[in-house]
């Protein structure tokens, strides 16, 4: 029997998912956005919301429009084998690989490593990991009570805390806008677009829309449309809050150049943005509010990997898998941030495209009626194109594609070169399917001797 959420839950479940998707990346990327595009901030700004906002709450409905209970069933309407190893690949890639070990690194960047000496060497970075990611793997393990941990207890703190500093900034902003950079004085919204890959979140986002799933369903809500009715209510929350504060962050970076010049990383503008308004309570400030919102994150994205691989390997337990990837990002992040964000880009450019096909191919499933040949086409033709995105990003540079490219692909200088092939490679599959179709036997019918008909 379907029973009405209440209005206080769904504001826990949007405050839920603004703090599992506000984590490292979101507060380290807009402040660097805003430094280099300047008077160009919000048309950049633009763009960012476009990936960092957008996208992954579309992700996340459309997870839930397919009625698929995991991610793995949904990119297997491909193909079962793209459906392992898209999902696997996604899994370690928002998870021990990159985006995990990721938020223990930019809490030590920011909330450590400023109150340390030149000479601290790496014995610091190994013992706030092993604290952090402890912290992180005791509040997964029940992950039945992440909703009253994240959405009750972690995300008032976190939003309490980004909140004192982004509105000290937009009323008192330290300066005027500068000049954009180069990078930013020409394509300038797509150029934001691009950047809010780095937030990894479009594709987390078909990992957390099963924990809200899950969560919604204990409260009563069955059906797929009353499903849809009430996730896109908490989307709706979630996405409030991050185009405010992405917002709010950009102008800050923004707003900053004047008086601080231009600074390497976003880290770094948070930090001295923070001592410029609060002295040296700032960074303090920022290290305890980078320390909770990676912590928020961690949690999420620990549970849903444990979750899926406990699933895909029943015999170890989820506690189990919790320790063991809790144990691994910790040693992963001992590598360093830059070298992270070095190896993580190629990745990124080639599986982002991918998951933005499949998620408007999601939308149109029934349009299509399914047909497993308009998702190949359309994803395989996709891939080609963010394959060499991604070696590009490597700085695998083939001249002779990348000219070709250049000169008769559309939009492949603004890193879209893959949205018309994408397009191209659903209709050949269509086409093909539907010409397949047309050609296979058509059955006859026969009488047979009690006056009742057959079809042979």
Known sequence: MFQKVPFSFLVIIGFMLFALFFGAGNLIFPPMLGQLAGTNVWLANAGFLVTGVGLPLLSIIAFVYSGQDDLRSLASRVHPLFGMIFTVVLYLAIGPFFAIPRSGNVSFEIGVKPFLSDQAGSIPLFLFTIL???????????????????????????LTFIGFIVITAVIRPIGALQAPSEEYTSHVFFKGFQEGYLTLDALVAFVFGIIIVNALKEKGVTTQKQLLATCAKA??????????????LSYMGASSVEKLGHLENGAEVLAKVSSYYFGSYGAILLGFMITVACLTTSVGLITACSSFFHLLIPTVSYKKFAVLLSVFSTLVANIGLTQLIKVSVPILMTMYPIAISLLFLTFLHKAFRGWSEVYQGSLLFTLIISLFDGLNAAGVHIAVIESYFTQYLPLYEVGLGWLLPSILGGLCGYLFRAFRKSRSPRPRTIRLQDGKTDRL
Do not use: D, E, M
């Open 132 to 158: 952090f990611f402890t912290t992180a793997c005791l509040l997964s393990l029940n992950p039945v009570k992440i909703i009253s941990v994240v959405g009750k207890i972690l995300t008032p703190i976190k």
């Open 235 to 248: 989307t709706l929350i979630a996405g409030t809050l991050l185009v405010l504060f992405y917002s709010a």
